[in-house]
Structure formats: structure tokens, C-alpha cells
T-cell receptor
Framework: GAVVSQHPSRVICKSGTSVKIECRSL??????MFWYRQFPKKSLMLMAT?????????EQGVEKDKFLINHASLTLSTLTVTSAHPEDSSFYIC?????????????FGPGTRLTVL | AQKVTQAQTEISVVEKEDVTLDCVYE???????LFWYKQPPSGELVFLIR??????QNEISGRYSWNFQKSTSSFNFTITASQVVDSAVYFC????????????FGPGTRLSVLP
């Protein structure tokens, strides 16, 4: 099946620093990738839709200057949490949509657990 | 607007019992896909099944089976002879109306299978 990798899997950083999370589709091309945030014992909350070669589309309430998304190639999207604060601590998950198969299936990365001290 | 409801927040069963996870959805699309994902304690979402709304045949994959009823907008998931490794949170999902890009997820059902 399709594989999506995410790096790093876990990161601890100091308040005020920036953290970059990478999401890669390893064996398929993904014109569209998604970034989710998940709080403990909650469902996934879509943060933004990342389209290759264009600006990301952010969901209401998500600060685009805080969560910078870049989708420079068909296999890589990055999420940068700028000037992180403790309230940004969360589990961030990316997914990549199988655009070639036209099946709408999203394949998810293993997630990144961010802890901001 | 679209909505996915998973009424069971948490379920506990003893190993080898059968368990059914409910999913009810709302959509204005006439054709659509439905999905189930499993999220074990490690956190990664694992794709389980994609179902086309055209096809109402029940699907079986090993100990897993799915019952899709378009008339009642339900897409229930049954695990037969459950095992401890089935313990996870299970999400039902539906692509957003009209453009089908992002998903609408249900709140998830946490399944605990006890030895």
C-alpha cells in the first residue's frame, strides 16, 4: 500500500523557537497533502490543505503566519510551527491524497508529537 | 453540511468476542466514498477500507467486515473474534462535499479488547 513518512516523529523545543515537520509520500505522487492536529482523545482537526506549487488553504481559525506550509514537490510538504508556544503542543499528522488513482483515499503519516516547553 | 457520527465513544470487549462499531453519516453528494481508519496507540492512522456509494455489497476481509446501508446512511464495521491487537481508536470518514478533497472525520470509537 501507499506509504507516507513524517519526520521527526517526536520533537521537544523551547518556547519561541520554530519547528519544521516534513511529510513525504514515498511511493506515489500527491498533488494534495493535508495537515491535521489531534488533541488527546479527540478526532483529527484539519488545519490546512496543501497543494503542490500553490498556496495552502487554511481552515477557519488556523493562523497562516503561525503554521507555514510549503508543498514544493509532488512528494514533499512541510509544516513549520513558527515561534512555538506551549499551547502549540499537540500531535500533528499529515496525509497525502492518492491523486493518480482518483479514489480520494488519504494515506496518513505516523504523526509528529510536538512538545513546547 | 456533512457530518459523521460515531455514537459509541468507547467499547470494551473480551478477546474472541465479536464487536460492531457504528457509523452514520450525512451528505448531499449522490455519489461518494466512505472510509474506515484505525489508529493504534502508536498514533499512525491505518487505512482499512474505502467503499463506493454505488456498491452496497457487504465486504469481508479476514476478521473484518463492513455493512453499508445507503438507505439508512450507515457504514458499520464488525470485528469477528476480536484480539488484543485490535485495541485502537477507529475513525469513520467521508470526503468533503462537492470537491472530495479533505475528509470529514467522525469523533472516533475507542475499542479496548481485554485478554
Amino acid at each position: 500500500g501507499a506509504v507516507v513518512s513524517q519526520h521527526p516523529s517526536r520533537v521537544i523545543c523551547k518556547s519561541g523557537t520554530s519547528v519544521k515537520i516534513e511529510c513525504r509520500s514515498l511511493d506515489f505522487q500527491a498533488t494534495t497533502m493535508f495537515w491535521y492536529r489531534q488533541f488527546p482523545k479527540k478526532s483529527l482537526m484539519l488545519m490546512a490543505t496543501s497543494n503542490e506549487g500553490s498556496k495552502a488553504t487554511y481552515e477557519q481559525g488556523v493562523e497562516k503566519d503561525k503554521f507555514l506550509i510549503n508543498h514544493a514537490s509532488l512528494t514533499l510538504s512541510t509544516l513549520t510551527v513558527t515561534s512555538a508556544h506551549p499551547e502549540d503542543s499537540s500531535f500533528y499528522i499529515c496525509s497525502a491524497r492518492d491523486s493518480i488513482g482518483y479514489t480520494d483515499t488519504q494515506y496518513f503519516g505516523p504523526g509528529t508529537r510536538l512538545t513546547v516547553l | 453540511a456533512q457530518k459523521v457520527t460515531q455514537a459509541q465513544t468507547e467499547i470494551s470487549v473480551v478477546e474472541k468476542e465479536d464487536v460492531t462499531l457504528d457509523c452514520v453519516y450525512e451528505t448531499r453528494d449522490t455519489t461518494y466514498y466512505l472510509f474506515w481508519y484505525k489508529q493504534p496507540p502508536s498514533g499512525e492512522l491505518v487505512f482499512l477500507i474505502r467503499r463506493n456509494s454505488f456498491d452496497e455489497q457487504n465486504e469481508i476481509s479476514g476478521r473484518y467486515s463492513w455493512n453499508f446501508q445507503k438507505s439508512t446512511s450507515s457504514f458499520n464495521f464488525t470485528i469477528t473474534a476480536s484480539q488484543v491487537v485490535d485495541s485502537a481508536v477507529y475513525f469513520c470518514a467521508l470526503p468533503q462535499e462537492y470537491d472530495g478533497q479533505n475528509f470529514v472525520f467522525g469523533p472516533g470509537t475507542r475499542l479496548s479488547v481485554l485478554p
